[in-house]
């Protein structure tokens, strides 16, 4: 699962460079990381 996160978040921000607005760019691996933080916190 920790591997599967870091991966995803990595390319969520891999694609986040391409975005035009730069809220877009920091918002998106943050919101990627942030639900498998909550999917994590379901399984407990």
Known sequence: M???AVTCT???GAAGAF???LSFA???PVAVMGGF???ALRKK
């Open 2 to 4: 920790i591997a599967a």
């Open 26 to 28: 920091v918002s998106l």
């Open 10 to 12: 990595l390319l969520a």
């Open 19 to 21: 975005l035009e607005p």
């Open 37 to 39: 933080i909550l999917a």
